[in-house]
Structures are given as structure tokens and as C-alpha cells.
């Protein structure tokens, strides 16, 4: 059994930057790829942006040049660095083990004045 924890997620004003974390126990993450989707109300989930076991990453065309998607294996723990927030970012962010049935519990990022 593996489990997600996220943190890192709350309220934040436009222009502002947050770092979300998702620390992985059970198992180690190195031979998995992990990605970060986000749903905003009424919306659909949607990737965000991915990390292969390899370190190749993968960004939505929304937040590229904005987000950046790092893991670091000794720690099991893979981060979302977000910067220039804007309000359309606002949704909950999930970890996501890529090919799997395996999700975090959500964290909440509101972008706001």
C-alpha cells in the first residue's frame, strides 16, 4: 500500500507564489512517475504537469514558464513549485501516482485579491 500526503496548499493574492508537496510512504517514488492535476469548481480534473522516474517533466500549456515540477527521492517527496499565481489557478491540487489508481487527498490553492 502506498499513500499521498499533499501539503502546501491556502490563499494567496495574484502574482504570488506557493510550493505544494506530496510525501510518499510504502514505497519509494524513484521508479514511478508522478504527476500534479488540479480541479476548479465545475471544471474537469486536469494535469498540470508531470515527472517521469527519469526526471523529464511535462507541463500544462496554462502554467508553463509558471510552475515547476521537481521530486526529490531521498526525501519520497515530490513538489509543485508555483509562481505568478493567477485566479484562474485557483482549484484543488492533487498528487498522483500516473498510471495507477493512486491520489493524494487534495490540497485547496485559492488565488485571490
Known amino acids: 500500500q502506498v499513500q499521498l500526503v499533499e501539503s502546501g496548499g491556502g490563499l494567496v493574492q495574484p502574482g504570488g507564489s506557493l510550493r505544494l508537496s506530496c510525501a510518499a510512504s510504502?514505497?519509494?517514488?524513484?521508479?514511478?512517475?508522478m504527476g500534479w492535476y488540479r480541479q476548479a469548481p465545475g471544471k474537469q480534473r486536469e494535469l498540470v504537469a508531470a515527472i517521469t522516474s527519469g526526471s523529464i517533466t511535462n507541463y500544462a500549456d496554462s502554467v508553463k514558464g509558471r510552475f515547476t515540477i521537481s521530486r526529490d527521492n531521498a526525501k519520497n517527496t515530490v513538489y509543485l513549485q508555483m509562481n505568478s499565481l493567477k485566479p484562474e489557478d485557483t482549484a484543488v491540487y492533487y498528487c498522483?501516482?500516473?498510471?495507477?489508481?493512486?491520489w493524494g487527498q487534495g490540497t485547496q490553492v485559492t488565488v485571490s485579491s
Open positions: 498522483h501516482l500516473l498510471g495507477t489508481g493512486v
Open positions: 510504502g514505497r519509494i517514488l524513484s521508479p514511478n512517475s
